[in-house]
Structure formats: C-alpha cells, structure tokens
C-alpha cells in the first residue's frame, strides 16, 4: 500500500492562497492602520477647535504610536495563549470605538486619552497577523500574503489622512471621524466572514512557559537584529515625514496646509512597489534587500537637501520605498526565522519598531530646533547607517544552502 499522506498535506492553503484571501489580508493592513496617523492631516482644525496648544495636539498623534510600542508584546503573549482569527476581528472591530467616541470630545486631553486607547487595538491585528500568516503559508505564498498585507499598512497609513483630511471639507471634523469607525466596523465584518480559522496553531497557555519563550526570544540573534534594525527604520521615517513639513512650509516653498497633506501622496508608490518586494525577496533573499533598500532609503533623505520642491518629493518618494521594502523583508525574515511565539516574537519586533518612530519625532525635534533640516537629515542618515550596519553584521544569512529558494536571506 502507498504511505500515508503526511499530517500537513491537506493544508493547501499553506501554498495557494486564493485572490479573496490575499486581498483580504490587504484590507486587513488597512484597516490597522487606516486610524494610526490620520489626525495629522487635520490638527490645525484640531488645535483651533479643543484650544490646544502645539505640543498637546502633537502628543495626539504620539498617544497612539506610545501605546503600540507599550502593548505589543503583551499582545503577542495573549494570542500565543488564545488564539489568532477571533482576535484579529475583535481588534479590527475596537479600532472602531474610538473613532466613533471621538464624535463627542471636547477637550484635547479627552481626544489624547481616546487615541491612546485606539493604539492598545492596533497590535491585537498587526502583531497577530504577522504570526497568523507565518503559520498558515510557507514559501513564496507567504511572501506574497506577506507583501499584500504590508501594502495594505502602507495604503491604510495614506488613506487614513487622505480620508480624514478630504472629509472635513465636506463636513466638520467629528462626523468625519465617525466615516472612519464605521469603515471599520465594515472591515470587521469582512475578517470575520474570509479570514479562514487557524488550522496549525498550537495554544500555549502556561505562563512558565510563555516566560522561557520570551527569554529564548529575547537571546535570539536574528530577532536582536530585526528589532535594532526596526528601530531605525520607523525613527528616520517619522523624523522625515513630521520635520520636513516645517522645511517645506518655511522660505522660500511656503508650502500651505493642503499642498502639505498632499505631499503624504508619496505613500500610493509604496503601495505599488511593496508588492514587487514578494518578486524581490524570494529572489535576493531578505537579508540582501533590506541592505539595498535601506541603502536606497538613506539616499532619499540625503536628496531632500536639493533646493527644489519637487526634488524634495522625488527624494521623500525614494525615501519612503527604501523603507516599505525594508519593512516587508524585514517581517518576512522574522516568519521564517522565529518557529515558537511567533506572535510574541512580533510583539516584540513592533515594540522596538514603534519605540523608534517616538524617539524619531522626539529627538528629531532637537536635531531641526538647533540645525534646521539639514541638521535633521545628518540625524536620520546615522541612525539608518546604524540600521544598515546591524543587518550586515547581525542579520545571519539561510540556515543552509538547500532552503535558500525557500527562507528569505
């Protein structure tokens, strides 16, 4: 008689995930992201309406990116414990609630305390579906679920200030507020009805042993890298896209509100080159494109020094693609590197990730104080030096030569 098939054999979908699903996952990259900076496109509107000052609106926009860095591990462990699918739709919905409370605030601090309550949502869906499709695909059909859902980061993050922006010149801004919370409550609807359930998740519900794997995780060298590297991604990132508005807005481009919004148009090119990163990863391996992209990255900041406007977007279009690519490698490594707590491992990748995005706007804020925009770039371009500098030395190439068509590099 013939051999039995092996126990993984009726999983299919591991290796050829239908156009529904991939595109789900790109809606679910949307719908995680689609609030976590849409205020940026309307805090003048904001500042003028709750009487705030300049620092407490900007703190409206670091709430939320402060509690993704705070809760992200402990995310990672819950759903290590309980489970994947069920979470991510019941994140995808809470997202929602703060949108729609949103509708009634009156004070600055009350839109603050919301936004930081919509950030402790955000890991329940990017933390756990990193780990749902490191599970549930392997090989290049998780490279491409991979790709689709870091587009859909990448599309949610413009849609949410384009969106927002857009809707308060048709109505005031809390109504509009209340479009995106029901745009997620629509999305939760649709996780819930495609997402298939997890068919190769094994629930870990002993804190001891939760522990060792957070000490085994925290001794693992390729995650050390992935998470110092993600620092430095998120750091020049936001330092680019919160001070070059202040450059732009200064002589001689005097740049106004709405010509600043629709510089963020530059992320709609990383959602059409993030997908060629499923083609380019397979093919160079993830540790050999993240030096190129983070290369190409660091080249785009240098560029916002030329004196033309339009050189500036070119260079911040240059920029920003570096780091989307750098992004879906990144997070494909850690899938093919990371075998136990995966969704802790994530946790822990987005906690240095998000960590580096606040000490961007943080310490990028002194370097523009005392140097301008130049003094800002010299900043951005050492800490992506650094980052380049990790992956090369610390980012270890395939386990053997015989999986190199398979894991990423």
């Known amino acids: 008689m013939p051999a039995a098939p092996p126990p993984a054999q009726p999983a299919d979908h591991r290796h050829r995930p239908g156009l529904l699903l991939v595109l789900t996952f790109g809606l679910v990259g ?9 205020v940026q496109s309307i805090l003048p509107d904001l500042q003028r309406d709750l009487n705030a000052t300049v620092v407490e609106i900007g703190t409206a926009v670091g709430a939320t990116v402060l509690a993704v860095a705070l809760i992200s591990p402990f995310m990672g462990m819950a759903s290590d414990a309980l489970g994947r699918k069920w979470m991510v739709v019941t994140c995808v919905f809470a997202l929602a609630v703060p949108s729609l409370l949103i509708t009634q605030v009156q ?135 919160t001070f070059v508005n202040f450059h732009l807005a200064a002589a001689p481009y005097r740049f106004n509100a709405a010509q600043l919004a629709n510089v963020f148009a530059v992320y709609l090119v990383g959602v059409a080159v993030t997908p060629l990163a499923g083609r380019l990863i397979p093919r160079l391996g993830a540790r050999r494109t993240i030096l190129l992209s983070v290369l190409a990255s ?31 490698a990144t997070v494909s490594f850690i899938a093919n590197r990371v075998t136990q ?51 090369w030395r610390f980012m270890p190439p395939p386990l053997r030569p015989a999986a190199a068509g398979s894991e990423p590099r």
């Open 30 to 38: 949307v719908f995680a992201f689609l609030q976590v900076y849409s």
């Open 107 to 241: 004070t600055v601090h009350g839109l603050v305390l919301l936004r930081f309550l919509q950030g402790l949502a955000v890991p329940g869906v990017t933390v756990v579906t990193i780990a749902y499709i490191g599970e549930e695909f392997r090989g290049p059909a998780m490279v491409r679920v991979m790709t689709m859902y870091i587009t859909g980061n990448v599309l949610g993050g413009f849609l949410g200030r384009f969106l927002l922006g857009h809707l308060t010149e048709l109505m005031a801004w809390r109504p509009a507020f209340a479009v995106l919370g029901l745009l997620n409550l629509a999305g939760a609807v649709l996780v819930w009805r495609v997402l298939p359930p997890s068919r190769h998740f094994v629930p870990n519900t002993r804190v001891d042993e939760t522990l060792r794997t957070l000490r085994e995780l925290l001794r693992h060298p390729g995650l050390q890298a992935a998470c110092a590297l993600g620092f430095t991604v998120l750091f020049a990132q936001v330092g680019m896209f």
């Open 298 to 328: 660091a080249l785009g900041v240098l560029l916002t020094l030329l004196p033309s406007a339009a050189g500036i977007v070119a260079a911040l279009t240059l920029a920003s693609c570096g780091v989307f690519i750098t992004q879906s």
């Open 341 to 391: 707590g995966r969704s802790l491992a994530s946790g822990l990748y987005y906690t240095a990730y998000y960590s580096g995005g606040f000490a961007g706007a943080w310490l990028g804020g002194f370097a523009y104080a005392h140097g301008g925009w130049p003094g800002t770039v010299a900043l951005l371009v050492a800490t992506q030096a650094l980052g380049w500098i990790v992956a």
